[in-house]
């Protein structure tokens, strides 16, 4: 018998369609095989498809996972934003909360015309420029400045925003350097911060908007500008803004994102 799965196509960190970065969030009953979710997040062809399930446990209302097409992530912002959206667009309500496998119990609350997203956040070390080589290389410019976490999220930071754009990575050569994140990063021209991602060993080779590695850059540049809120822009192509705050609760200190979403597409995916 065909499943009907519901379906939506959001672009999240935008306010107008072709913006931000797209998303899938498909809506089950209960869980399907772990392959067959990754082949349908590779037949929508988005960075990531998101899957909800409601949580039986007690712990948050939905669980919900990630898949690139071609394997499962453990954090995803933009779809988790995107997920927020659709479900508090249908059932109502202020804020909605999410059991993932990986990365604990994520919030999306609403905000005004936009929304809030709460992320663990994402603590990088020191990292030097001999340990960093290649990386180095491959990007085509040495940064001022170099972070990592041990989770596989790396820091360039560069003098300014024409610096950030003006860079051509070899994307094939950073792709044989493993699913790592690359992010590089400067002081905005209209925004406070600027930044570009690349992670090609994962299947993307520059991302749109990515909530996981604002989650790294909220703590990294709250330290530097000595403050805990400020505004960013992410440089790809189709490009997207953000505010970021650094916050604790109960849980621990927390990088929230906020942004707005646009539905594009509505409709059933048939299985």
């Not at 399930?53 to 898949?67: I, N, P, Q």
């Not at 934003?81 to 804020?95: N, P, T």
């Not at 999220?153 to 024409?162: M, V």
Request: include cysteine.
């Amino acid at each position: 018998m065909t499943q009907k799965i519901p379906y939506w196509h959001v672009d999240a960190f935008s306010a107008r369609p072709f913006g931000g970065n797209q998303a899938a969030v498909m809506v089950l009953d209960e869980w399907l095989p772990d392959d067959v979710l990754v082949a349908i997040a590779a037949e929508n062809l988005f960075a990531e498809t998101a899957f909800v399930v409601r949580d039986t446990t007690g712990e948050a209302e939905w669980e919900l996972r990630w898949c690139t097409p071609t394997y499962e992530i453990a954090l995803c912002g933009h779809a988790t934003l995107a997920s927020g959206h659709v479900l508090l667009a249908r059932d109502g309500g202020e804020r909605i909360t999410f059991r993932t496998r990986k990365s604990g119990v994520l919030e999306v609350a609403s905000l005004g015309d936009a929304y809030e997203l709460a992320l663990p956040a994402i603590a990088t070390q020191p990292d030097s420029a001999a340990n960093q080589a290649e990386a180095i290389r491959l990007l085509g410019a040495a940064p001022l400045d170099i972070a990592r976490s041990e989770l596989g999220y790396n820091i360039y930071l560069y003098e300014n925003e024409a610096a950030v754009r003006g860079l051509a990575p070899d994307i094939r050569g950073l792709e044989r350097l493993g699913k790592d994140q690359f992010i590089i990063t400067a002081p905005g021209d209209r925004t406070d911060i600027v930044s570009r991602v690349f992670v090609p060993g994962g299947g993307v080779d520059e991302d749109s908007v990515t909530g996981s590695a604002h989650a790294v850059l909220t703590p990294y540049w709250a330290k530097r500008l000595g403050r805990g809120s400020f505004t960013a822009h992410q440089a790809s192509t189709r490009g997207g803004d953000l505010t970021l705050r650094l916050a604790k609760d109960e849980r621990g200190e927390k990088a929230w994102l906020g942004g707005p979403c646009v539905t594009v597409v509505e409709g059933s995916f048939y299985l």
